[in-house]
């Protein structure tokens, strides 16, 4: 079964605060993502890190900023949020190898009001 | 609570052969669903996906899904591959109701299909 965590599950904050999700992984896998889940329930990558001190910016523009100084440690933070915020946010994590599979945390359903 | 099983974790097959990618979910309330595909070095992509209406959806490049209320099962299907459609792919449930409207998109396992020239 694979660990890797998101936390928190559910989050309802004001606009203008400082919010991080948490997404940690214990399978040693070098290789993360951010996926945003739009209304259309599409998934849309905003980052992803292919290894400590990598990131890159996803397919979607996104206003959230992320970290990677450890390998199994991969926050997302948003400086100020605001409504359009509001979505699923799901990370996800695989090997370096070509075609391993990917595995994805429970998501962070988050709410700016 | 809702899940997902995809029964192969494998599936290889010949070039132009058809395949079949299985996907199975169990819920308690009235879903959506969705064939999700990763190739291999990118990210997710969303292949198609089964709201309402016709229990029939196709994708733009040859796939097909058809839900079945009763067996439960959202299988994948194209007629004839080809060596592009080599990637991992995942069927996902999200619960349709209003009240649950909130609830998270469960991903099944993923299915690697490898089709050899």
């Known amino acids: 079964e694979a660990d890797i965590y998101q936390t928190p599950r559910y989050l309802v904050i004001g606009t203008g605060k400082k919010i991080t999700l948490e997404c940690s992984q214990t399978?040693?896998?070098?290789?993360m993502y951010w996926y945003q889940q739009d209304p259309g329930m599409e998934l849309h990558l905003i980052h992803y890190?292919?290894?400590?001190?990598?990131?890159e910016k996803g397919d979607l523009s996104s206003e959230s900023t992320v970290s990677r100084i450890r390998t199994e440690h991969f926050p997302l933070t948003l400086e100020s949020a605001r409504p359009s915020h509001t979505s699923q946010y799901l990370c996800?994590?695989?090997?370096?190898?070509?075609?391993?599979?990917?595995?994805f945390g429970s998501g962070t359903q988050l709410s700016v009001l | 609570a809702q899940s997902v099983t995809q029964l192969d974790s494998q599936v290889p097959v010949f070039e132009e052969a058809p395949v079949e990618l299985r996907c199975n979910y169990s819920s308690s309330v009235s879903v959506y669903l969705f064939w999700y595909v990763q190739y291999p070095n990118q990210g997710l992509q969303l292949l198609l996906k089964?709201?309402?209406?016709?229990?029939l959806v196709e994708s733009i490049n040859g796939f097909e899904a058809e839900f079945n209320k009763s067996q439960t099962s959202f299988h994948l299907r194209k007629p004839s591959v080809h060596i592009s459609d080599t990637a991992e792919y995942f069927c996902?449930?999200?619960?349709?109701?209003?009240?649950?409207?909130?609830?998270?998109?469960?991903f099944g396992p993923g299915t690697s299909l490898s089709v050899i020239p």
């Open positions: 996902a449930v999200k619960s349709s109701t209003p009240e649950t409207s909130y609830d998270k998109v469960i």
């Open positions: 089964y709201l309402s209406g016709s229990t």
């Open positions: 890190s292919y290894g400590v001190n990598s990131t």
């Open positions: 996800a994590s695989r090997t370096g190898t070509t075609n391993e599979k990917l595995f």
């Open positions: 399978m040693g896998h070098d290789k």
